[in-house]
């Protein structure tokens, strides 16, 4: 909520990009399921990892992707 959720969700795309040649389709996962699966992460990454698995692409060069994925990470950061 204090903007670092960007950072990571770019962190994590280009660490799975580099290590597993998949990037994630944020356009798949639901807000809200999303940001309460984060506040989870801390103690338990169950939630947020059943969330990414399936929304892993091997799109990983595609521009559509890639642009939806920043769209997203500012929608996933709007107050509602």
Do not use: C
């Amino acid at each position: 909520m204090e903007g670092n959720g960007r950072s990571t969700r770019i962190w994590l795309d280009l660490m799975l990009k580099r290590s597993l040649k998949r990037r994630v389709d944020w356009s798949q996962i639901d807000k809200n399921e999303y940001l309460t699966a984060m506040r989870d992460s801390v103690s338990d990454s169950t939630h947020i990892k059943s969330l990414i698995e399936p929304a892993l692409t091997t799109k990983i060069d595609d521009r559509d992707i890639f642009m939806k994925g920043i769209d997203y990470s500012y929608y996933y950061e709007q107050n509602d």
